[in-house]
């Protein structure tokens, strides 16, 4: 069963995904200054080259763990023995935690380009604008990439899934059954952490490495000083 709904998961990305395809439209940046021009299709291209697979992983996923919490929760009314309808009642729970994950929080990067693409590059000051959008995506994709390192989101898998095994194991007196599901748990739940889009890094690195870390974009920083002079203070301000 959990082969089949695999097959079917990733079968359905195999049909949707390609429909969500954008067509990469050719924008005209002429009216950008060239440093503003090159940083933006560099932005622009890594963009929408990660875009493809962060849709797929977040159909697959999506369609994955969604069709797990249907047929678990259709199937667990049915079930005769006891520990199995309790088995599958954890696995249903445990799959719609993970479907409400992805639709609440979906990768920044299924989204590609789009975001930035909203800002006409009309003048120097709007392409200034796409950039800064472009550079806040490609900051949050690399933030998301790194993410899949972080030990607490490894512990809260295990953890979960310890948990949803203990119920079994303990309250249902199965523990063959208990720990089993929370051993696949636990390894479903590490390939979905490590198989989240993750070159975003390497692109921020990339491009930082290239243009430096858009420090021309900063707000400007205002400081204020006091000396004192003959009589009192003066006062000054740099921008």
Known sequence: M????????????????PMLAQADEGVDLGRCSGGTRER???IENRLE????????WWLGWTGFYGLGTVVQSARAPFEGDDSKQADDVVSAVKALIGVTRLVIWP?????????MRVVAPTDESACRERL??????????ARESKARWD????????????AGGLIVAEGWDDP??????AGIGIAVGE???????WKADDDLAEYDQKFGQSADLAPTKVSFEVAPRLGGLSFGMRF
């Open 40 to 42: 933006l299709s560099f």
């Open 151 to 162: 030990w607490k989101r490894h512990a809260a898998n295990v953890g979960l899934n310890v």
């Open 191 to 197: 390939a979905f952490g490590f198989s989240h889009p």
């Open 176 to 181: 063959w059954r208990g720990w089993r599901s």
């Open 49 to 56: 080259e990660r875009r493809p697979y962060a849709n797929y």
């Open 107 to 115: 990768p920044t990067a299924k989204e590609g380009a789009a975001p």
């Open 132 to 141: 800064r959008i472009g550079e806040e995506l490609m900051r949050k994709n």
């Open 2 to 17: 959990r082969k089949t709904l695999v097959a079917v998961a990733f079968g359905m990305v195999g049909l949707v995904a």
